[in-house]
């Protein structure tokens, strides 16, 4: 007598395990053309994001060095200087340097750190440390990276003896 399993022809053990696999390829090719796609925009989509958060972190970085070129600051001495360096930016400019901002950041640390470099916060003032803070604030949203410590800030203002010696209180002219 023969066995049940003898009886079935031989293409027939390999018809079974050759339609699935054919089956589950299909599957899996059907699947990369759908996920693939969506998989690239979302990494495009993410890469301009970055951009163009980086281009508008630098335009307020640019912004604020343009707003701390145009005030007084004291000398080593204690004195205050008149001589500005440069011209003020407008409120205009600011706000839309400001709206911009808020547009590709993913908190309000940034924006907030901004406008103290202006002295436009419950802290009246102006200090290089906001402008240090701010940095670092992008640095970490853009890059993920530990913050940059000076014992005193490595920018020049000019190239005579002034120093930041702390907050002066904001000038109401602005």
Known sequence: MSSPRNDRPYLQHLVGPTVTGVVVGIIVLV???????????KETQ????????QEMYLAAVELVNKF???????????????RQLG??????????CLAKLMLVEDDDDVSETFLRCF?????????????????NQMRRDLYATKPITFKESPFVFSLDDIVDTGPIEASTNR
Not at 31 to 41: D, K, L, S, W
């Open 31 to 41: 699947g990369q053309f759908v996920t693939n796609p969506i998989i690239a925009h």
């Open 68 to 82: 701390y070129l145009s005030i007084p600051w004291k000398t080593t001495d204690g004195q205050a200087t008149n």
């Open 46 to 53: 993410r890469a301009e994001l970055q951009r163009a958060k």
């Open 87 to 96: 011209i003020r930016p407008t409120r205009e400019e600011i706000n839309q």
């Open 119 to 135: 002295g436009l916060s419950s802290e009246r003032g102006y200090s290089v440390a906001f402008r240090d803070a701010m940095i």
